[in-house]
């Protein structure tokens, strides 16, 4: 599909997780029609698939502890769908999801990754899924109510808040004095991307001729790869490396190194 990269590095800075939707502004057919296209037309790895779904979508959330910190009032969700017998499927999912949460932002829409806190059976009972995928997340899409809810404010103080870490804490290898534009401007990009409660696991190690991603961090999953999180930042580096006129290609690598962004000289 054609990208808009511009499109989607803006999207990047207004994108937050929003919990709270407003039941009465329902997406209209051409929004729906929209999202249907990114969904079927955005698949850079035959692994990893997403899937919009307009039935039942309240039931599907859960909450933290009985129902509070739940996801409310929206009336459609997006499935993130990966073949598990394929290497690399966390950062492919992860990669391919957050292309469509950044085209949903850019139609003026909200959302929140919810890998931890959904109902898989319900999904799978809407949707088929083959034997060797497994649904790993999914995202309400909706307007959300204008003003955050006390309850949205304060699960945002149990570690999901929209804070991150500075640069310094994630980046090794070249020092930034040699740094070119395009490095400066995607490690930006890829440092506000979302992670299970925001724990951005990721790290960065800046080269001559590219970026790796690997897993900063140790410590339990919580049910979560850390692979997925980091997949969502390698989109968000690469938008922004595109978009700075910076082209390449991704190579994926062992643990813990996630994947390198090779560019192209
Ligand atoms: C892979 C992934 C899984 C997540 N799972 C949940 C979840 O189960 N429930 C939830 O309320 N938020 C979930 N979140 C949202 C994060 O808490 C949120 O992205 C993080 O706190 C950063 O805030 P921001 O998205 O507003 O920048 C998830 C985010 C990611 C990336």
Request: aromatic share 10%; charged share 25%.
């Amino acid at each position: 599909m054609d990208i808009s990269f511009s499109k989607w590095h803006a999207a990047i800075e207004k994108r937050r997780s929003r919990r709270r939707f407003d039941p009465s502004l329902p997406l209209t057919p051409e929004t729906l029609a929209a999202l249907e296209k990114v969904c079927n037309q955005f698949t850079p790895y035959p692994s990893a698939r997403s899937r919009l779904v307009t039935e039942s979508s309240e039931s599907v959330f859960k909450g933290v502890i009985g129902g509070y910190g739940k996801v409310k009032g929206t009336h459609t969700f997006i499935a993130f769908i990966g073949n598990m017998d394929e290497p690399f499927v966390q950062e492919k999912v992860g990669y391919t999801g957050e292309a469509i949460i950044l085209e949903a932002t850019a139609l003026g829409l909200n959302t929140c990754w919810v890998a931890g806190f959904f109902r898989p059976e319900i999904v799978t009972s809407l949707i088929e899924v083959t034997e060797k995928e497994q649904v790993l997340a999914i995202t309400p899409v909706g307007y959300a109510r204008e003003q955050e809810s006390w309850e949205e404010k304060l699960m945002s103080r149990f570690g999901r808040s929209h804070n991150r870490l500075p640069l310094s804490k994630l980046v090794r290898g070249l020092p930034k004095e040699q740094w070119p534009n395009w490095v400066s401007v995607s490690l930006e990009a890829a440092r506000l991307a979302p992670s299970a409660v925001n724990r951005q696991p990721w790290g960065f190690d800046v080269q001559d001729d590219g970026i790796t991603v690997f897993v900063r961090t140790s410590g339990p999953e919580f049910n979560v790869s850390k692979r997925l999180d980091c997949g969502i930042a390698m989109l968000h580096l690469e938008v922004a490396a595109v978009n700075s006129g910076c082209k390449g290609e991704w190579e994926f690598l062992p643990s813990p190194q996630v994947a390198k962004f090779n560019i192209h000289q």
